[in-house]
């Protein structure tokens, strides 16, 4: 089958009989990344009116900041917040309640309408629920924003008491296909991360769950990805690009070539049609002036402002972007 008979069978099952793409399509959409610049218009196109047809038009912003940072006890190789590395970033404590409720205040100031703790720990021990429960309260006591969390692997319980505490959306990434993330992770299984993902949906949460692109998988692997993800039923799913952070595994790692991850945009919308996909850490260094074209490429949401570990370009040249591509902003939403 050629390209373009490939693209117009995924054009058919998406558009005209609104069906999910098959296995068999969705791999073959990954080998088209080798020799990408002969078909890439044509897949940027096709994800874009797939994103208009199934999300609508607006475009949503979030911003993050990180409630617990640094001294993770896991190896995962391109994080600069594991202890098994020296990298620069060295473990901080939990902000205070007040410092989560003056930045949840912060945030609802901005627009936000969503707010999200994020901490970087393998899981909640005892403290780190008891710091989850009593923030999640503290923000729907203070504020009128909805309250998301990211706090690593849960069990099933914890993930009913979180989701009981009112925590509408809770993130956990597979972070790569099952076939390479023993390559990226020693310390904890592929398959502990999916069954976290399954504990949140089934206690009820919103999911967010997504990965890292360029840390050396194949296509196929970024397809192998985007099947599993769908699969889980995501609400949202983050799309990283591999940033080589200094004293991590990954830090000589060679940055995904620009088109590659437009690629990677287009064949994760195609694959997953019906979650928001958000551009999240690493886009400024991979794309630089290309990012627009992934707004037009099947992505859907942004990650704005500054990163858990690293600094992002500033909001107002993203919501220029968006202006000067005429597509329209969702509400703001603060993670802290
Ligand atoms: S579990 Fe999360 S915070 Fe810890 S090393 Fe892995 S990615 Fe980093």
Not at 18 to 32: F, K, M, S, V
Not at 124 to 129: H, I, R, S, V, Y
């Amino acid at each position: 089958m050629t390209p373009t008979q490939l693209l117009d069978e995924v054009e058919d099952a998406l558009l005209d009989r609104r069906e999910l793409i098959t296995q068999e399509q969705a791999y073959a959409l990954a080998d088209l990344a080798d020799g990408v610049g002969d078909t890439l218009p044509r897949m940027l196109d096709l994800a874009h009116r797939v994103r208009l047809a199934w999300c609508g038009e607006e475009v949503s912003l979030e911003s993050i900041l990180s409630s617990k940072t640094g001294g993770c006890p896991e190896d995962c190789a391109f994080c600069s917040q594991s202890s098994a590395f020296n990298t620069p970033v060295k473990p901080q404590p939990y902000l205070t309640r007040e410092e989560v409720v003056g930045a949840a205040r912060d945030a609802q100031g901005t627009g936000a309408t969503e707010f999200c703790l994020v901490l970087a720990i393998k899981g909640p021990d005892e403290k780190a629920m008891a710091h989850i429960l009593e923030a999640a309260q503290a923000i729907q006591e203070e504020t009128q924003l909805e309250v998301a969390v990211s706090a690593g692997l849960l069990t099933r319980e914890q993930a009913e008491t979180i989701a009981a505490a009112g925590v509408i959306r809770y993130n956990h990434n597979l972070e790569a296909a099952r076939s390479f993330f023993p390559s990226i992770c020693t310390t904890h299984g592929w398959e502990e991360r999916w069954e976290t993902c399954q504990f949140v949906r089934d206690a009820g949460m919103e999911l967010c769950s997504g990965g890292i692109l360029g840390m050396g998988e194949t296509p196929r692997q970024r397809a192998e990805l985007a099947l599993a993800l769908r699969e889980l039923q995501p609400a949202e799913v983050p799309v990283n690009f591999l940033n080589p952070r200094p004293g991590t595994p990954l830090q000589k790692a060679s940055i995904l070539d620009p088109r590659v991850a437009l690629h990677g945009v287009a064949l994760f919308r195609l694959v997953i049609p019906f979650a928001m996909l958000r551009y999240a850490g690493g886009r400024e260094v991979v794309l630089g002036d290309l990012q627009g074209t992934g707004i037009l490429g099947g992505a859907n949401g942004l990650i704005v402002g500054n990163y858990l570990t690293t600094l992002g370009r500033s909001t107002a040249d993203d919501v220029r972007m968006l202006h000067d591509l005429a597509v329209p902003v969702k509400a703001l939403t603060g993670i802290l």
